[in-house]
């Protein structure tokens, strides 16, 4: 299973991100997004097709946080995989996103919010943030990552773009 993993699009306008989940989903078979859409708008028949599994980030509009969590949990291909922005105060990004699943049994953990790419593992969970595929902010690059999922084995590729894919 090929997954695209996206976060902090912060797009304003329904149509840039409903064209980029669209254009993601050429190469995927689903879109993880872990918060930070900013609007809701168009989004609500990419959820309910199951082709967008995401959870809402500090950065997001009512629209946003009406229909998504803060926080979930999902399994695809037999690994558990938990979602979360990792927005506050406390420690680092990927410190926070950890401790919001401390007391669960996953395998991967999806996070945001620094708008820098990560792939790492900590106490045998794979730690990955995207980065952002539309506004890097310091970073050289737009990322977003593609997770594939196998029987027993897992890939990972951080995509890394001059240019953003929406403009």
């Known amino acids: 299973m090929k997954v695209a993993v996206i976060a902090d699009t912060h797009r304003k306008h329904s149509l840039e991100l409903t064209c980029l989940i669209e254009l993601l989903l050429k190469e995927a078979d689903t879109v993880i997004h872990a918060g930070d859409f900013t609007t809701g708008i168009g989004l609500e028949s990419f ?98 990552i593609m997770l594939k999922l196998g029987y027993q084995h897992i890939t990972t590729e951080i995509k890394f773009m001059e240019n953003s894919l929406i403009q």
């Not at 946080?65 to 506050?88: A, D, F, M, Q, W």
């Not at 953990?109 to 708008?115: A, E, N, T």
Request: contains cysteine; proline residues 3%; charged residues 20%.
């Open 47 to 144: 959820i309910l097709s199951g082709k967008l599994i995401g959870v809402s980030g500090n950065g997001d509009q009512n629209s946003v946080s009406e229909l998504l969590p803060e926080k979930r949990l999902v399994t695809l291909e037999n690994y558990r995989i938990g979602i979360c922005h990792g927005h506050g105060t406390i420690g680092k990004t990927v410190e926070r996103a950890y401790a919001v699943f401390q007391d669960e049994m996953v395998d991967i953990i999806i996070f945001g919010h620094s708008h820098q790419p990560l792939i790492q593992t900590k106490n045998r969970i794979l730690m990955i943030n995207p980065g952002s595929i539309c506004s890097k902010r310091k970073e050289r690059w737009y990322t977003y």
